[in-house]
């Protein structure tokens, strides 16, 4: 019999590889196809660009998130750092300062209250959940005290043109996030550093023992959240033209709702620039969506938790 006549079995479909790869765009096509069956106004230019500007604010923190997460932490006071850099930030453009030096206090305001949630983590060992909740509370307090309670206005046209200004026909807040995309795929894919981030998370003592200084890569992962969080608290003022000691109140869960989705785990060591940009888009999506269909905010909850639970449930079954 000629070796052409023998027939060879056809390849099988793997079902568990084609979801890890494809599922979560997957997920995030259909969803968006049954928001364009529901609304009309959905699949719409003016709507989509307003999707992508309501995200851009979570998708800055979401990086930042990422890489917390991927070394098994966690950071609960990105809402709290994002108003107490904002207010204090909105005073010294209200006092006369010009809008790169606020934008920088903004920022390093942001990065040194990080440090500090850092140095609790990787220097006096308190977990990273109880060292955020702290700085949580603190950061809030320290917001309220510094305004009393009231909101500071008219921040001027030039700092606005972060949060309201265009390039070309696109937003600056997407221009922004996009930037802060292009930062993280590099650390991540061609940055040294990124592989120790990776690493850290895998396996912390081993990490150690081979010499990396895990305590200053774990102090640096919450520096750059707290900086993010400056960040996304700058575009999120120059929008509104107003600082509120209440602002960001829940982005930290928005921001780990889209990391998760997105596929990072929380075992560490493992995370996706493209699962958390799908991600941060899903959660922008899914209540964008919710917002056109009039459902009630105080059920809007219970479908983004629902949706969140449900990806991790997925996510854990695709493992």
Known sequence: MSALS??????????????QRYGLLLSFGLLCLALTLASDRFLTPDNLLNVLRQSSINGIIAVGMMLVIMTRGIDLSVGSILALATVITADMLTRGWAPLPALGL?????????????????VIRIPPFIATLGMMTFARGLALSY????????LGEGFRQIGTGFLGPIPMPIIVAGLVFLGGYVLLNHLALGRYIQALGDNETAAYLTGL??????????????????????ILIARLNSAQPTAGAGFEFDAIAAVVV??????????????TLIGVLIIGVLSNGLNLLNVPSFYQGVVQGGVIALALILHRAIR
């Open 262 to 275: 997105g596929g990072t785990s929380f075992e560490g060591g493992e995370g996706s620039l493209l699962g």
């Open 213 to 234: 200084a895990t305590r200053r890569i774990t102090a640096f992962v919450y520096v750059v959240i707290g900086a993010l969080s400056g960040l996304a608290g700058a």
């Open 6 to 19: 023998v027939s060879t079995p056809a390849r099988a479909f793997h079902w568990r590889a084609f979801f």
């Open 147 to 154: 305004t009393e309670g009231q909101p500071i206005t008219g």
């Open 106 to 122: 903004c920022l390093l305001i942001g990065g040194g209250l990080g440090l500090i949630s850092g140095l609790l983590v990787s």
